[in-house]
């Protein structure tokens, strides 16, 4: 009788574990979503070949930004560093920033060939793809505009 009774209540235990609760997905834009809010000129394209393409064609490096949507330092430097207007208007003048989520689209190839094991990885590349700098997590103003710098000096 008694496991008769637990089997009853453990029944009526789970069918009861389920919410009423509708979930939607948060509005909260994506990292990714809208690159024209940005003063530093991220350029959308679906393959970094583009990217170096057009490097190559502007005579600049490229940047590129490996970040995921959940990635809390990807956020800040976003914040900080990208909607900075004196700042985005530096590395604007000598590159084309490249902003790669690494769970979507190639962005996971990118993350293998670059072997991207910290978010975000800020990459300095030559127009041929080659690392000029790497910092694998988040920089300050003033560490990212150094390692810009060093790039630019490493590629003459």
């Known amino acids: 009788m008694k496991q008769g009774l637990f089997l009853i209540f453990a029944l009526l235990m789970m069918a009861s574990c389920g919410t009423s609760k509708k979930t939607t997905k948060s509005k909260t834009p994506e990292i990714h979503d809208d690159l024209s809010r940005y003063p530093l000129n991220f350029m959308r394209s679906k393959y970094l070949s583009d990217v170096l393409d057009k490097a190559k064609k502007d005579k600049k490096l ?6 995921a949507d959940w990635c809390a330092p990807c956020k800040v430097m976003d914040e900080e560093l990208y909607m900075n207007k004196e700042f985005s208007e530096i590395i604007n003048q000598n590159y084309i920033s490249y902003k790669v ?12 060939i670059f072997n991207v094991k910290v978010l975000p990885t800020i990459l300095f590349l030559d127009s041929d793809g080659n690392v000029l700098e790497r910092s694998d997590g988040a920089l300050s103003h003033s560490q990212f505009l150094e390692m810009a710098a060093r790039a630019v000096k490493n590629s003459q």
């Open 101 to 112: 989520d690494v769970e979507k689209e190639n962005g996971s190839n990118l993350g293998t």
């Open 62 to 67: 490229v940047f590129v930004d490996m970040y």
